[in-house]
């Protein structure tokens, strides 16, 4: 009896690779898929203000910014500032960013602390990736807190110290050895039990 061939046969090809190459076709849709529900749980699987730092326990980064112009008498800020003795409450803020406005009332509330201020503690700003005219314009509308402020144009000093995002919060030894980092806008809760906490707790 004579076996009739299939047309992938005649054609010197194994019958099964047309199937082959669709499940191949598919495996970079699996791979992306599984990648993409990997960062999801990671991203809502706990409190982003609890991000990790690959800084926490090492000193502050070599930098020197400049003073935003048009501030009197506010002088930048260097890394030799963070290393006078004394805790350094750094925060990172932007003109641009919304949750920057809405813990800016804490930030007061810390500035304006007089046992923080008898302590040594002080808190000191780094304007991020802005402009001095919209920081000059910020702080007119809402105050300024910051006993320096450094002025990074470029975002180097903020990648840096590994800024995610602003507004990000570091809590510096007298040292100048960063001891906590928060991310995401201060609130009354975290000022309570994760800020004046980690102050004191870099006291000693």
Known sequence: MTETKSEAQLEGKPAQEPSRRSRLVFLPLVFFAALALLFFVRLFAGDVSRLPSALIGKEVPHFALPAVTGLAEKPGLTDQDLRQGG???LNVFASWCVPCHQEHPLLFALAEDDKLAEEGVRLYGIAYKDAPENIRRFL???GD???RIGLDESGRTGIDFGVY????TFII???GTIAFKYVGPITEDALRDSILPQI???RH
């Open 200 to 202: 004191e707790k870099a």
């Open 165 to 168: 995002g602003v507004p990000e």
């Open 173 to 175: 030894k007298g040292d």
């Open 140 to 142: 007119g509308q809402n």
């Open 87 to 89: 805790v350094t409450v």
């Open 145 to 147: 807190p910051y006993a």
